[in-house]
C-alpha cells in the first residue's frame, strides 16, 4: 500500500466549477506539501500545511491531522488551472513521499 | 525561484554507459534529494542526502549512486544505464529547520536507448 493516496486521479471538469482533490496518509509527517505539475513543466510548491488551513488567491489546502487526511480545494476553476496536483508528506526522518498525483482537466 | 540548476536537461544514452546528473543550488540547504518520476508511478526516491558526504538510500537505488562532495552540489550516477532507467529526474532542496518547504529543480529528460 502506498503512503500516500490521492484521489481522483484524473478529474475532468468544467470552468467555474469548485474542485477538491483528496490526500490520504498513514506515516507520521511532520508537515504536508501541496504541488503542482503542468505538462512538460517543474514542480511548483502551492502551500505547506503543518496544521488548519491555508488560502491563497482561488486555492485553499486543508489538513486534518488526527485523521491523516489534506485536500486541495480550487474555486472558480479556470482551464489555466489544468495541471497535476501532487500531495507530499515530510516524514519523520525528513524523506518526502510522494502520491502519484491528480491530473486536473479543466474545460472552457 | 530557489536557486536551484539541474544539467543537463536533456540527454539520450545508450544503454551500458555511465550517466552522471548534477544538481546544483545556491541557497545552502542542507537537504538534497534525487528523485525519479514515471507514469503511474507518481516521483519515488532515489537518495537523498543530509550533508556533505552524508548520503542514504531511497526507495529506488539499485542502479544508482550519488556523491555529495560540496554542499551545494548533489550528483546522481547511473554506473551503467538501462532502458529502464529512462525517466524524468528531479532534484529538491531542503533547509535543516523543521517544516520547511521543499524546493524542486527543473528536472532532467534522461532517455537511454
Known amino acids: 500500500k502506498n503512503e500516500v493516496e490521492q484521489s481522483p486521479q484524473n478529474l475532468t471538469a468544467q470552468e467555474g466549477e469548485f474542485i477538491t482533490i483528496n490526500c490520504s496518509y498513514s506515516?507520521?509527517?511532520?508537515?504536508l506539501h501541496w504541488l503542482q505539475q503542468h505538462p512538460g513543466g517543474g514542480i511548483v510548491s502551492l502551500f505547506m500545511?503543518?496544521?488548519g488551513k491555508k488560502k491563497h488567491g482561488r486555492l485553499i489546502a486543508t489538513i486534518n491531522i488526527q485523521e491523516k487526511h489534506s485536500s486541495l480545494h480550487i474555486t472558480a476553476s479556470h482551464p489555466r488551472d489544468s495541471a497535476v496536483y501532487i500531495c507530499a508528506v515530510l516524514d519523520r526522518d525528513d524523506k518526502i513521499i510522494f502520491g502519484k498525483g491528480t491530473r486536473l482537466h479543466i474545460l472552457p | 525561484d530557489a536557486g536551484i540548476t539541474q544539467s543537463p536537461r536533456h540527454k539520450v544514452t545508450e544503454t551500458g554507459t555511465p550517466v552522471t546528473l548534477r544538481c546544483h543550488q545556491t541557497e545552502n540547504h542542507r537537504y538534497m534529494y534525487w528523485y525519479r518520476q514515471d507514469p503511474g508511478h507518481g516521483l519515488r526516491l532515489i537518495h537523498y542526502?543530509?550533508?556533505?558526504?552524508?548520503?542514504d538510500k531511497g526507495e529506488v537505488s539499485d542502479g544508482y549512486s550519488v556523491s555529495r562532495s560540496k554542499t551545494e552540489d548533489f550528483l546522481l550516477t547511473l554506473e551503467s544505464a538501462t532502458s529502464s532507467q529512462t525517466s524524468v529526474y528531479f532534484c529538491?532542496?531542503?533547509?535543516?529547520?523543521?517544516?520547511?518547504?521543499?524546493?524542486f529543480g527543473q528536472g532532467t529528460r534522461l532517455t537511454v536507448v
Open positions: 529538491a532542496i531542503r533547509r535543516q529547520v523543521m517544516n520547511t518547504e521543499a524546493f
Open positions: 500545511l503543518s496544521s
Open positions: 542526502s543530509y550533508g556533505v558526504k552524508d548520503t
Open positions: 506515516v507520521g509527517i511532520s508537515a
